[in-house]
């Protein structure tokens, strides 16, 4: 079974100013992909990035980039220059293999950029 | 290119109804894959259908059911609603078989249990 982890509830940042939010992962599976979305208040879910497991380097798209330690089964997101659109509920997924393809989310994180 | 549709984008109905959800994928995309969002909290993984086939489902009650048609859009049926079924309804698309594979979701349908 896999399992995300998000221990930030919520996250506050000034902006213009970077933010990290955490995520760890556990599964047995040795390929596996790693996900993060973000839902801004409308409800639409918008991917951002993705990190694959034997991925050497980390993601990067824009502004976002995936802090990925695979020892540690971590895969924290970056957000450089916060800006107030950041504003939004930030989600981890995971997926895994085989029958096991859909996507498993942690519990998110909300992430308020302060003007 | 059109997006992910769901419809309708909001549903009340009273316990012990039954509840149909429609999706619509994107363009090419195979895969269907359906998640509950209830207030403030994540996404529950609910069922993943690909060709027309359940390839797996979340670990929710056998009420909750659907399928897939052969144009692959597909659709969720409650049978039997409970107010606890109150939530956002997530319907995700994707072309199954790269391991970058991305899910791509409409806006939700808002299911109210009254």
């Known amino acids: 079974a896999q399992k995300i982890t998000q221990t930030q509830p919520g996250m506050f940042v000034q902006e213009k100013e970077a933010v990290t939010l955490d995520c760890t992962y556990d599964t047995s599976d040795q390929s596996y992909g790693l996900f993060w979305y973000k839902q801004p208040s409308s409800g639409e879910m918008i991917f951002l990035i993705y990190?694959?497991?034997?991925?050497?380097q980390n993601a990067t798209e824009g502004r976002y980039s995936l802090n990925f330690q695979k020892a540690r089964k971590s895969a924290n997101l970056v957000i450089s220059a916060s800006q107030l659109g950041d504003s939004a509920m930030y989600f981890c997924?995971?997926?895994?293999?085989?029958?096991?393809?859909?996507?498993?989310f942690g519990s998110g994180t909300q992430l308020t950029v302060l003007p | 290119e059109a997006g992910v549709t769901q419809s309708p984008t909001h549903l009340i109905k009273t316990r012990g109804q039954q509840a149909t959800l429609r999706c619509s994928p994107i363009s090419g995309h195979t895969s269907v894959y359906w998640y509950q969002q209830a207030l403030g909290l994540g996404l529950q993984f609910l069922l993943w259908y690909d060709e027309g086939e359940e390839r797996n489902r979340g670990n929710f009650p056998p009420r909750f059911s659907g399928r897939q048609f052969p144009n692959y859009s597909s659709e969720l049926n409650v049978n039997a609603l409970e107010l606890e079924d109150s939530a956002l309804y997530l319907c995700a698309s994707s072309l199954m078989g790269q391991p970058n594979e991305k899910l791509f979701f409409g806006s939700g349908t808002q299911l109210s249990v009254l």
């Open positions: 990190q694959g497991s034997y991925d050497e």
């Open positions: 997924a995971m997926r895994g293999a085989g029958s096991a393809r859909q996507l498993t």
